[in-house]
């Protein structure tokens, strides 16, 4: 079981969703802690990132103690590669 931490980006972004789309994220951060989900490791410039699908959603993650998770970055899909590739570079 691993304990969730959210940054503050992730925490607005499911604030900003409507109510039926923040319940489904909401749900699938919790998952996580038990590793449940649509995982999937991240690979070339954003290698030791994992990503949690949710329908549209992608929440970027990173293992960061041997029992903890941090919520990174979240977004739609067709933004969310882009914009945290160009996070990390600055």
Do not use: H, W
């Amino acid at each position: 079981m691993y304990k969730i931490n959210t940054s503050e980006q992730v925490a607005g972004f499911i604030a900003r969703l409507a109510p039926t789309p923040r319940l489904r994220v909401r749900k699938a951060i919790t998952n996580l802690a038990r590793d449940v989900g649509d995982i999937r490791a991240l690979e070339n410039d954003l290698s030791g990132f994992y990503r949690l699908k949710v329908g549209q959603y992608r929440v970027v993650f990173c293992y960061a103690a041997p029992s903890t998770i941090d919520c990174i970055f979240a977004e739609e899909r067709k933004l969310v590669y882009e914009i945290f590739s160009a996070l990390l570079r600055e």
